[in-house]
């Protein structure tokens, strides 16, 4: 109903930066609030940052000052700009979405996670 398919992942240098994006299609009524999420190895998965559809954001501290999300609500479409990366940002990113369907049904889709690594 709600499928979503990210793009952006890869390897930087310390101090770089990498844009993700994360695009949902499907049959649903509206995409409320859209997060990214973030699961190192050996680790367990954390929220990253939120948006409702809003506009309203939050950050896990870490990130703060240094991640960026945003949305654009025509194309359902949710982004995470990541500048000043360090080797701890190192993990698979996962983005979900949070859907109301037709009908009145929530559902929480999550995309396939896109490997970002940063070197040291």
């Known amino acids: 109903q709600v499928h979503l398919v990210t793009s952006g992942g890869g390897l930087v240098q310390a101090g770089g930066s990498l844009r993700l994006s994360c695009g949902a299609s499907?049959?649903?009524?509206?995409?409320?609030?859209m997060r990214w999420f973030r699961q190192a190895p050996g680790q367990q998965r954390e929220l990253v940052a939120g948006?409702?559809?809003?506009?309203?954001?939050n950050y896990e501290d870490s990130v703060k000052g240094r991640f960026a999300i945003s949305r654009t609500n025509a194309n359902n479409t949710v982004y995470l700009q990541m500048n000043n990366l360090k080797p701890e940002d190192t993990a698979v990113y996962y983005c979900?979405?949070?859907?109301?369907?037709?009908?009145?049904?929530?559902?929480?889709?999550w995309g396939e996670g896109t490997q970002v690594t940063v070197a040291s």
């Open positions: 979900s979405a949070h859907a109301t369907l037709h009908g009145g049904q929530t559902y929480t889709s």
């Open positions: 948006i409702t559809r809003g506009g309203d954001t």
């Open positions: 499907g049959t649903f009524f509206s995409i409320n609030t």
